[in-house]
């Protein structure tokens, strides 16, 4: 990272030397306003109106009251008016989101809804006007927990997408397998060194209007990967049993959901504390277009015993040989599953993403 930074600042430098402090200013300044440009010329050509979408958390993991994100788009002449008005109040979770991350995970979603040739810069933002209501779990009051407010970002983004769905329809996925999930295993190894297991599984994407799903790769709104099954055996004392697709997961559809991800977890020390944070147990991811749900997600403690279905958010202790089981959500599908390419989901049955009964 140092590295990369010095790399950036250097060219950063030689770009000043070449045209000086006021022309680099003014390059940069012209570079935001082309962003701007090209993004309300996009705009301009959209429908106009109102279109709105909803999306649901499971939970905050103290609550068991789902948590509903409303969202309502305005296109206007050359501009958005993105309004959360009808969201959940903040919630005593720590999944509060600020509205800063708010503001970003919209930011992120329009992007998405333009081309390839609008660079990534400010100059979006100006075309994009958000409100939330204050005391919502989109602008909450302090002191409101926000730490793993990443969960409502990833949803606030499947609602941008269902949202835009509407108005750009051949741009926009149906939604992914709900954010990454996170298990946390933490205690003391047989030398009374402390560990911590920070496992961020990321699974799939939903169908894109002309291709399925991506699988095994970070959902849209972060930057991510999964961790090697070697790099967590090496520094924690947990087995990695099993590190999988999940078949049949993807949401059935002219495009199918991609599929979600297993990870499979036997603790090796004598006791441990663990904490999940996983969603999409009771609200699955949307498909579009007549594309089916992908499958919801599940949390299962020793599976092979007594296969104890845990909620989607846990905290709880371990004691040696138990084993946790997640079994990530699967994208929703996109368009209608009898137009699917038979060569496709035979494809998919060979490689054993689609099992045989599902397929018949």
Known sequence: QR?????????????????????FKRHAAALLDYAERLTRNAIAAWPKGTFRFEDVIDDDGLDPDPIPIRVAVTVRENDLLVDFAGSSPQVRGAINSTLSFTKSAVYLSVRCALGRDVPNNAGVFRCIDVKARKGSILDPLPPAPVAARALTGYRTVDAMFGCLAQIVPERMPAAGEGGNTVVCIGGYDRDRQPFVVVDMINGCWGARPTKDGIEGVTNPSQNMSNTPVEVLEARSPVLVEEFAFRPDSGGAGRYRGGLGLVRQYRLLADKATLQLRADRVRHQPFGLMGGKPGAPSRNILNPATEARELPGKVTMRMKKGDVIRHEQAGGGGHGDPARRDAAAVERDVADGKVTASAHR
């Open 3 to 23: 590295a990369a930074c010095r790399i950036g600042a250097r060219g950063l430098l030689r770009l000043v030397e070449r045209h000086g402090v006021e022309g």
